[in-house]
């Protein structure tokens, strides 16, 4: 049973945008953006959107189409290949969303091809992305230093073979 689908963000999701950037796990784990108000979160998806290096899918609840969460596929200039990222509300954590969105995500770019691998950088104490991207199929493959923020980062990695398993096993 499918329970989600994922659509370009647009200026359409600002409050939600507004409430995910300033969760607690998001400005923990990936910082605070100075999101403060609806007018931010516009100008936030305005730079998003308008940048080809970016590319932000939302998650939605397919029967209320209720914004849940976010995929991210980012090319950043310190890294070789495209940097996979993930964040949820925390309410709709634990309940198999993040790893059903990212699934479909990652057999899409296996199908499509266009790069061979994906990475996912993000700080050691962030257990359970690392958990979620172990049960992916993502392999720790060093460190790296955030060049924004200047922390180290962990890296993994996932082959796009186009033989994506999407029952976690």
Do not use: C
């Not at 200026?11 to 998001?26: A, K, R, S, V």
């Not at 969105?101 to 993000?122: D, E, H, P, Q």
């Not at 992305?129 to 980062?153: C, M, N, P, Q």
């Amino acid at each position: 049973m499918i329970r989600l689908h994922l659509t370009p963000l647009t200026l359409h999701h600002d409050e939600f945008i507004l409430t995910l950037l300033n969760t607690p796990g998001w400005l923990r784990f990936i910082g605070d953006r100075n999101i403060k108000n609806t007018a931010d979160a516009q100008a936030y998806i305005n730079k998003i959107t308008g940048n080809p290096i970016l590319n932000y899918q939302v998650v939605m609840l397919k029967d209320t189409d209720l914004p849940i969460g976010i995929i991210t596929l980012i090319k950043r200039d310190y890294l070789e290949y495209p940097d996979f990222g993930f964040a949820f509300l925390p309410e709709y954590g634990k309940m198999g969303y993040a790893f059903e969105a990212a699934s479909y995500v990652l057999s899409g770019l296996s199908a499509a091809k266009k790069t061979s691998r994906v990475l996912a950088i993000l700080l050691a104490e962030n257990v359970a992305s690392v958990a979620l991207l172990l049960k992916l199929g993502f392999v720790w493959e060093g460190h790296t230093i955030d060049k924004d923020g200047g922390e180290r980062l962990e890296i993994y990695a996932f082959e796009l073979t186009g033989e994506f398993m999407v029952d976690g096993s």
